[in-house]
């Protein structure tokens, strides 16, 4: 007996790429396909239903008001970036296939399956849609003629699947089986390890400006997957930094080339005294003088600081032209290049002059990071736990067991970590994109005792951003178990995991030009943006995984957490925090990031 339990299992172990199905209106594309992601635990996605979401109309009012080559070359670009998902399962147009562009890009990425059923079961089914393409002559004649001139098409899928009469939960064991025999008779090797998916894709999900996030090794040198077919032959300005210049972005320069008609690049001292007034109207004027269109893209290549002023220059600029974020740090790849808040620093507060601008794609290469400084891995590794703590017991756990992996930059681990932390990221900015429900506010655990950190060290590097980050969010933790929230056995497991991974833990470690009190701490959080009339606003955890907004925590609470966390004598001598150069400008917390 074929058990479909195994043949799935061996389906799942065996394929590597997303299954694609095709065939007419009416084959039951979109049942059967969330059928089978459903057997094989894969998303499923409709092309039709992304379009409509990325485009805000319906496909019929697309094909009416824009004409069906326009559709095409629309259902084109999302069966491309559809592809990029890895493992799922895509239903697509029932015309899609018959662009070549698309029918090979389907063939070359994916697992391509037909699915026929005989016109009369077509015509059953359509009966009362809004299916554009019916809506001159008679049904049955449309949907005859229409499968004379696809049949070739089709024919071109890796299987054909023959639905004569059965139920969605037959096809769906049909196609397993099916595609478990093609897996074997196409070897095994090909399927699970040159054939390996070389890209994740997420999306962010805002009314009318989604996009995706590609997440993969090697995505810096193949623009083809990533760069959106309407910012093709455009005038590319590239901002970076002098680190990432020669290390990312030259590189990058040479692989887009070929695909916008100019790739000009500028090239910004790195830290953080870059996100300032003088360095955004130098890039402003850069980009005049180059001659910079309403449609040309800019693309930020570099860490925060370089993906928040160039988001912001973007954003400005012409009020307004195509932005992609190309994030090279940790902290970049799974915080700030996500969510669309851009920005600068005043000379008295980071962050306070800004906008909300989405980036049209966010590119993460893993393997960019695999000449950042460790102290960098570790700042960018507090963003990562900060989710695990705000939302994802689960998660957490796993930080526990794969922290290290993570930091060691092994690949699948890193994939994980950076994947779920983005995807949560994403559903957050989904839900709150401007900070205004309070959602979005949770993803600043820590960061009230971060910020007034990073003022007090003075932004210079004494204390990098994500150090702040993971000395708060131990602060946070006992803060939350002092109020009688966290358990003490969830502090201790938070405590010790960062210690455990090196990473910061204690003010006593920051090593401040001059003495710095509890007292002056405290006044700086009172003056970060997040303090308002309701007094100290924390985020408090519950539990691990478990996080909620907490106005009007008391002052002498907070006070004794500062003070005993600058008196760890024990750790006053710890190496984590280099000195940097220079005095601080920025006296204010400022806005949150
Ligand atoms: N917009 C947001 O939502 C948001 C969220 C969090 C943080 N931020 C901002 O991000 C900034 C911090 O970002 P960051 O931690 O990425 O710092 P950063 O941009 O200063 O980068 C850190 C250092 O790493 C170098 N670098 C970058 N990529 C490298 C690579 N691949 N190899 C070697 N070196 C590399 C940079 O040149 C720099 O010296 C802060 O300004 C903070 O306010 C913004």
Redesign the pocket.
Known sequence: MIEIEHCRDEVKKLLRRPIVLVGMMGAGKTTVGRLLATTLGWPFYDSDDEIVRNVGKSISDIFSEDGEPAFREIERTTIKHLLAAGPCVISSGGGGITIPETAQAIKDRGLCVWLDAPVQVLVDRTKGTDRPLLKHGNADDVLKNLLEKRKLAYGQAHIHVLDDGLTPQQIVSRCLLQIREYLYMHSAKNETEENTPDALCLTVTLPDRSYPIFIGSGLLKQPDLWLAHDLQGKNGFIIT????RE??ADGLQEKLRPYMRSVTMMELP???QT?SFDRYQAVIEWMIDNNIKRDSVVFGV???????LSGFAAATILRGVPFVQIP??L??QV??SV?G???INSQSA??MVGAFYQPRTVVIDLE??M???KR?WL??YA?ILKYSLLGDADFFEWLEEHGSDVLDGDISALTRAVETSCHMKAEIVNQDEREESGTRALLNLGHTFGHALEAAAGYDGTL???EGVSIGLVLAARLSHDLGYLSAEDLTRVENHIRSVGMMSEIAQIKFKAPVTAAELLELMRMDKKADVHGLKFIILKHIGDAEIMPNVPEDVVLKILEDSLAKPDLAKSDSAKSGNGAGSLGRAGAS?
């Not at 930094?241 to 990432?244: L, P």
């Not at 570099?302 to 928040?308: E, F, R, S």
């Open positions: 930094d002098y680190n990432v290390r990312l790195p830290g953080e996100k570099g860490g925060g600081v370089i993906g928040d090279t740090t902290l970049s915080d700030s969510g808040k851009t920005g980071k962050n960019s990071l000449t950042l400084p960098e700042a960018g963003e990098l951003h994500g990031s």
